[in-house]
Structures are given as structure tokens and as C-alpha cells.
């Protein structure tokens, strides 16, 4: 498929503000997905999802910005039938990621794996209040959800800077 692109184009220095509009030429992009979902005893689910995506920034020559170029969700989820308790495992990869429009022009983040674990107790027989407690970033990893651009106010040099996952 063939689409117009909105994209960074410059910077106003009287506003301070970042300028968008049309990128020139035409973004093809490609890209599949499956997802899966199962129950594997009445006690055990899971799931997979993986989406590909490659769509090309005519100008940049790369992945359009903030367009990972695969993602990966899977998990499992134990609920014995009848118990108070439930547990959850869930692993997310988001792959390499673009950001446009900083200071020294494109720059590639993500690509990164970040595993959670969460369990539940509930606190009545229905089963309509609950307790979770939840650990998200299992294995602490360090990571980047967006990339921006500062101004140090020492020299007036400029930087990126990562906005940090949870850690």
C-alpha cells in the first residue's frame, strides 16, 4: 500500500516549536500479523501475537518514526478452577524504533525484551475483589520508549534524551 507521510520538516525558532506537514513522495508499506490464543488445560491460556511492519520514510530513507518494525506479545496465564489465586507471565519485544526531528536528525531506540509477572488473590467467593501484585521489567532491562531533544541551559547545547520504560 502507498501513503502521504507527515513527518518533522523543521524548526521554529521564533515559537520554539517543532514544524510537521507532508513529507514528499509516497510511504510503501508492508506488513503482516498473527495472533494466536489457547487454552491448554482448563487451568493454563496463552497467547502470541507478532506483527511486521516495514514502511519506509521516503525522505529519511528508514522505518517511519515511532513505527517499531516487528512487536511481540506472548504470555501465559495459570488460574486453577476453584482456587483464590491466579498467576500471569507476559514477555513483550518492541523491535528497532525510529525517532525524527531531534537535534542531530534520526535515531534509532527500542529493540528491546521486557518480561512481567503478576499474581492475584481474590478476596470473596464471586470472585469480584481482587488483590494483584505485579512486577513489570522482571530482569530490570534499560530501555528507551521515545527519544527526544534538549537544551542544556549551561551552554545552550543540545542533547537527546530517552524517555525511560519502567525499570
Do not use: C
Not at 521554529?12 to 487454552?39: H, I, K, Y
Request: proline share 3%; hydrophobic share 35%.
Amino acid at each position: 500500500m502507498l501513503f502521504r507521510s507527515i513527518g518533522f520538516t523543521s524548526f521554529d525558532g521564533n515559537t520554539d516549536q517543532d514544524v510537521f506537514g507532508n513529507v514528499p513522495g509516497t510511504v510503501s508499506v508492508r506488513g503482516a500479523e498473527l495472533a494466536m490464543e489457547t487454552s491448554v488445560t482448563g487451568s493454563l491460556s496463552g497467547y502470541f501475537n507478532y506483527t511486521y511492519n516495514h514502511s519506509i520514510d521516503p525522505t529519511t530513507l528508514v522505518q517511519v518514526a515511532d513505527i517499531p518494525e516487528d512487536l511481540i506479545k506472548a504470555g501465559v496465564d495459570y488460574h486453577p478452577t476453584g482456587a483464590f489465586w491466579g498467576a500471569s507471565l507476559s514477555v513483550n519485544h518492541f523491535g528497532r524504533t525510529y525517532a525524527t526531528g531531534l537535534w542531530d536528525g534520526t535515531e534509532a531506540f527500542g529493540n528491546a525484551t521486557i518480561v512481567n509477572i503478576s499474581g492475584r488473590a481474590f478476596l470473596d467467593s464471586r470472585h469480584r475483589q481482587r488483590l494483584d501484585l505485579a512486577v513489570q521489567n522482571l530482569f530490570n532491562r534499560t530501555y528507551a520508549t521515545d527519544l527526544g531533544t534538549g537544551t542544556r541551559d549551561a551552554d545552550g547545547s543540545n542533547y537527546t534524551y530517552w524517555d525511560r520504560g519502567v525499570p
